[in-house]
């Protein structure tokens, strides 16, 4: 099989310094997690925040943690830090070779939406509480075997808000739908509904908005990997 | 201005986990950084050393440590856990948003290529030692203005190693100007040079190979940012 993940992201309009963080990992069994924090308010003490989240779990997975632990150690970690008194949301989207599986994980109230070829598009049920308000959070995990078809898709609540200034909204569901139907590809989904949104407000965002994409597919188990990161240079 | 980053890795021909690591960290201060480390040996002990040592230098740069002191940080920790008898080179491609600079560091003999349109391609000179072997040793770094144009290319020995087993050998720097008058981008020159890598070594790696280019083009200074990833998932 082969696996291909697709980011997209795009800062608040007019802020230099976006609040969402995202890191790609490779695991030390195999695979790969992306790992996407979006830390409460927005500006600089936002992606600080953010970072520490994505550090944290980053360097716990590096380390052989599983992820809901990982993910249960930044926000006791967290809540220790500061009281109880300072939120980030988190996803981590994994690919586990070792277990063979796909392994979502969540804290706060973050949609990921899930395809397989026998059951379509689902969001994933549950709400889960804000990592660092509370002494004994549990993140949400969901497992699910690697097979081929499989597409996961996770997000900061960016892409939720994009229309908010102008009463509109995306349905993130009939969107993903839409654009796996034009080009059943990771990389088509994440940018198509970064696209959306950027459209919905107009080429300026109202949030910190991050989109991360799985997909498993067919394909040679060996062979290359390849890794391409588009980003703007602001000048000085 | 935009960067493109692209990284194109294979592992050496039937082993399963290559000695090779890469990875890609967002700067605290803005910008990113490519790490690159190639283990001693190959198989399980190299990988778990070469990602110890990327591991070592991502979680110093992102604490603010400059490139440089983070590779000797990762040298002398080296030095001292093994006392010396443990080897590994090391190259970071590092965009620096807040100096506005491209700096390339590397310990061990690795070669780095740079090309700006007024001065072409050349090889950054000098010899240094490999991370780890010496309780002293300092890391060459090389430190240039951002400016569109400007190309910069690493990768570990195997594209050195190349064509070995049946006496032929990669022309790097011929093959850079080569790829890069073809297609002037990241992309292009990180996948063609593994590319002939690969048909040298008539699809049978002898090594493992990762190569790491960096460029800076014109464009928006803002705008959204993109990332994807490709690999092979082994079946069970």
């Not at 988190?90 to 109230?109: K, M, P, Q, S, W």
């Not at 379509?120 to 049920?125: C, F, Q, S, V, Y």
Request: one cysteine or more; aromatic letters at 4%; proline letters at 5%.
């Amino acid at each position: 099989m082969h696996l291909s993940a697709a980011v997209a992201k795009v800062n608040k309009w007019a802020v230099r310094q976006g609040g969402d963080t995202l890191e790609a990992i490779e695991r030390p069994d195999g695979g790969i997690s992306l790992v996407l924090s979006d830390g409460q308010r927005s500006g600089a003490a936002a992606k600080q925040l953010s970072r520490w989240v994505v550090r944290k779990v980053v360097t716990e997975l590096a380390e052989g943690v599983r992820d809901g632990a990982a993910a249960r150690a930044a926000n006791d970690a967290l809540y220790v830090l500061h009281g109880g008194k300072v939120s980030a949301t988190l996803v981590i989207l994994t690919v586990d070779l070792a277990a063979h599986a796909l392994v979502l994980t969540r804290f706060g109230d973050l949609s990921v939406f899930v395809r397989t070829p026998e059951e379509g598009l689902h969001r994933l049920p549950g709400e889960v509480p804000s990592l660092g308000f509370y002494r004994h959070a549990r993140p949400a995990v969901e497992t699910l075997p690697l097979d081929s078809g499989l597409l996961a898709c996770g997000f900061t609540d960016g892409l939720i808000h994009a229309g908010s200034r102008t009463g509109r909204q995306l349905d993130v569901g009939a969107a993903i739908e839409e654009l796996w139907a034009a080009e059943p590809t990771a990389r088509a989904v994440a940018d198509g509904l970064l696209e959306r949104a950027l459209a919905l407000d107009e080429g300026r965002p109202v949030d910190d908005t991050s989109i991360a994409v799985l997909h498993i597919r067919e394909g040679e188990g060996t062979g290359p990997r390849h890794m391409q990161i588009e980003m703007p240079v602001p000048d000085v």
